[in-house]
């Protein structure tokens, strides 16, 4: 089943208040998780589109995951840098302040950092992303089933 922002009734999630602090928000394991289903799996989420990125968050609390989500790479290295070490990052590519690209090629360099699975999630062609050698690569509107099949993946 493919989603995109536009399929979903507003009233559908509950989004950030626009008075609350800006990302990084974490996402516990909710009382709506499905215990069986639940993982220890911490995933960043570094996308700039607030409602996606409010949309993947919660999507992912509801499956069980762990989740925090920042807007653009510097928020991302920045969480980073505190020893939040995620099992898998969803990515964007273009965002302002750092984009995926650059926020990639730092990420490469650092050797505890590289090791974590990236998952590229772009309105682009996935050619232009080859360069980055993501895990994954999921073309936007995002297919959400598929999304949630590729963290599994990376969560065993």
Partial sequence: MTHSSSDHDQGELALRDPDSPPSPRRESTSAF???????????????????????MAQLLTLEGFQSAAVANGKDALRYLSAGDTPNVILLDL?????????????????????RVPTIVLSALDQTRAHDLKPAAFLKKPLDFDRLLQLVREYCH
């Fill in 33 to 55: 998780s499905h215990p069986s289903r639940a993982k220890h799996c911490p995933v960043l989420i570094v996308e700039d589109d607030s409602d996606l990125r409010e949309m």
């Fill in 94 to 114: 273009m965002m302002p302040v750092m984009d995926g690209w650059e926020f990639r090629r730092v990420q490469q360099a650092d050797p505890v950092l590289s």
